[in-house]
C-alpha cells in the first residue's frame, strides 16, 4: 500500500528546491525526489510542480510514496555455463557467467546465482531476505568471475561482516579503452545514483565513499589490461571510476566507450571479470583464495586487441 503524507514546508527550508526540500524531509535521495515528482507523486499547495522550483515555508505538500514492488522469488533451475570452483559445508564459490544475477530482483527475469545453485540440489543459508538467501555479494549480470555464496548460517554472518569490514580481498581485470597516466594510481571518489534517473550510477559529491585501486598488467595500442583491487564494493564502481578518468571499460556503452571498438571485438556487454576473491575461512579461519579464467567472449576480445 501506498504510504501518503501531507505537511507544510517548514520554515528552515524557505527557497530550497522541492527536489532537495523533499529529501530532506523524508530522508531518502533527491534522485528518488526527483522520480516522485516526474511522477506525479507531489503536488504543492495541491498543484504539479518541477523538480527545481523553489518551496515556500508553509506551502503544504502532498507525498505519494508508492510500496515498494516485492522482488520475485528464486528459480531454481541449473545455470548453464555456472561452474563450481570450490564447495565445502560453509561456502560455495562459483564461477559467474554472463547473464546471471546474484539473485532475483524486481525488473530481473532472467537466471540468477542462487537459482543455479537450488537447481543442482545444493542448499544454501537461510539467513537473509527469502530472495536472497546464503548471497554475502553481489556481481553485475554481465560482469563475470568468482562470487562466493554461504551455505551454513555461521558462514552467512561472518561472510557478510568480512564484506561490510572490507577485509575480503577483491581483484578485477579489466581492459579499459587508453593508456593511464598514471600507470599505477588510487580512484577515490564517491557514488551515488546518476542524477538522470536512468539507472546509471555517477561519481556525487555528497555520495557513498568508494575507493578504486588500479595497476597497468599491458598496454596495447588501443587498450590497457588493468589489475584493480576494490577497498569498496559500490554498485557498478569499476565502470563509474574507468570512466570518469576517461578510460572506460572496453565494451561498456552504458559509462561511454566506443560502440565501434566494441563491435570490432564482438563484445556484448563491459570488459570486466573478478579474477581474484581471498577471505579468511568462516570456520577454519585461514585465508584462502580461488581465481577465475577469463570467459571465451573476454579472451578472444583480447587476442584481438593484443594483435591490433
Given at each position: 500500500?501506498?504510504?501518503?503524507?501531507?505537511?507544510?514546508?517548514?520554515?528552515?527550508?524557505?527557497?530550497?528546491?522541492?527536489?532537495?526540500?523533499?529529501?530532506?524531509?523524508?530522508?531518502?535521495?533527491?534522485?528518488r525526489?526527483?522520480?516522485?515528482?516526474?511522477?506525479?507523486?507531489?503536488?504543492?499547495?495541491?498543484?504539479?510542480?518541477?523538480?527545481s522550483?523553489?518551496?515556500?515555508?508553509?506551502?503544504?505538500?502532498?507525498?505519494?510514496?508508492?510500496a515498494?514492488?516485492s522482488?520475485?522469488?528464486?528459480?531454481?533451475?541449473?545455470?548453464?555455463?555456472?561452474?563450481?570452483?570450490?564447495?565445502?559445508?560453509?561456502?560455495?564459490?562459483?564461477?559467474?557467467?554472463?547473464?546471471?544475477?546474484?539473485?532475483?530482483?524486481?525488473?530481473?527475469?532472467?537466471?540468477?546465482?542462487?537459482?543455479?545453485?537450488?537447481?543442482?540440489?545444493?542448499?544454501v543459508?537461510?539467513s537473509?531476505?527469502?530472495?536472497?538467501?546464503?548471497?554475502?555479494?553481489?556481481?553485475?549480470?554481465?560482469?563475470?568471475?568468482?562470487?562466493?555464496?554461504?551455505?551454513?548460517?555461521?558462514?552467512?554472518?561472518?561472510?557478510?561482516?568480512?564484506?561490510?569490514e572490507?577485509?575480503?580481498?577483491?581483484?578485477?581485470?579489466?581492459?579499459?579503452?587508453g593508456?593511464?597516466?598514471?600507470?599505477?594510481?588510487?580512484?577515490?571518489?564517491?557514488?551515488?545514483?546518476?542524477p538522470?534517473?536512468?539507472?546509471r550510477?555517477?561519481v556525487?559529491?555528497?555520495?557513498?565513499?568508494?575507493?578504486?585501486?588500479?595497476?597497468?598488467?599491458?598496454?596495447?595500442?588501443?587498450?590497457?589490461?588493468?589489475?584493480?583491487?576494490?577497498?569498496?564494493?559500490?554498485?557498478?564502481?569499476?565502470?563509474?571510476?574507468?570512466?570518469?578518468l576517461?578510460h572506460?571499460?572496453?565494451?561498456?556503452?552504458?559509462y561511454?566507450?566506443?560502440?565501434?571498438?566494441?563491435?570490432?571485438?564482438?563484445l556484448?556487454?563491459?570488459?570486466?571479470?573478478?579474477?581474484?576473491?581471498?577471505?579468511?575461512?568462516?570456520?577454519?579461519?585461514?585465508?584462502?583464495?580461488f581465481?577465475?579464467?577469463?570467459?571465451?567472449?573476454?579472451?578472444r576480445?583480447?587476442?584481438?586487441?593484443a594483435?591490433?
Amino acid at each position: 500500500m501506498a504510504d501518503q503524507r501531507s505537511l507544510p514546508v517548514p520554515d528552515g527550508l524557505e527557497g530550497e528546491r522541492l527536489d532537495a526540500a523533499l529529501a530532506r524531509l523524508f530522508g531518502f535521495s533527491r534522485t528518488r525526489a526527483a522520480e516522485l515528482i516526474f511522477d506525479g507523486d507531489v503536488l504543492v499547495d495541491g498543484s504539479p510542480a518541477a523538480k527545481s522550483d523553489r518551496v515556500t515555508a508553509g506551502s503544504w505538500l502532498d507525498v505519494t510514496i508508492p510500496a515498494p514492488a516485492s522482488a520475485p522469488m528464486p528459480v531454481a533451475e541449473p545455470v548453464p555455463g555456472m561452474t563450481i570452483i570450490y564447495e565445502d559445508d560453509d561456502i560455495i564459490v562459483v564461477n559467474k557467467p554472463i547473464g546471471v544475477a546474484a539473485h532475483p530482483s524486481v525488473g530481473w527475469t532472467g537466471p540468477t546465482v542462487i537459482g543455479g545453485l537450488l537447481g543442482t540440489g545444493r542448499r544454501v543459508s537461510t539467513s537473509g531476505a527469502a530472495e536472497r538467501q546464503g548471497i554475502v555479494h553481489r556481481l553485475d549480470a554481465n560482469t563475470t568471475g568468482c562470487m562466493v555464496v554461504a551455505k551454513s548460517e555461521r558462514a552467512y554472518t561472518l561472510m557478510k561482516r568480512a564484506f561490510k569490514e572490507r577485509t575480503v580481498e577483491k581483484r578485477y581485470h579489466a581492459l579499459v579503452q587508453g593508456h593511464m597516466d598514471p600507470l599505477r594510481g588510487t580512484v577515490d571518489a564517491p557514488i551515488d545514483r546518476h542524477p538522470s534517473g536512468d539507472g546509471r550510477w555517477a561519481v556525487v559529491a555528497g555520495g557513498k565513499d568508494s575507493v578504486t585501486h588500479y595497476d597497468t598488467l599491458e598496454a596495447f595500442r588501443a587498450a590497457s589490461l588493468l589489475d584493480i583491487r576494490l577497498e569498496t564494493g559500490r554498485t557498478h564502481q569499476i565502470r563509474v571510476h574507468m570512466s570518469t578518468l576517461r578510460h572506460p571499460c572496453v565494451g561498456d556503452l552504458q559509462y561511454g566507450a566506443d560502440p565501434t571498438l566494441s563491435a570490432r571485438l564482438g563484445l556484448g556487454r563491459q570488459w570486466l571479470h573478478a579474477k581474484t576473491l581471498a577471505f579468511e575461512h568462516p570456520s577454519s579461519g585461514e585465508w584462502v583464495t580461488f581465481t577465475s579464467d577469463y570467459p571465451d567472449d573476454l579472451a578472444r576480445a583480447l587476442d584481438v586487441i593484443a594483435e591490433s
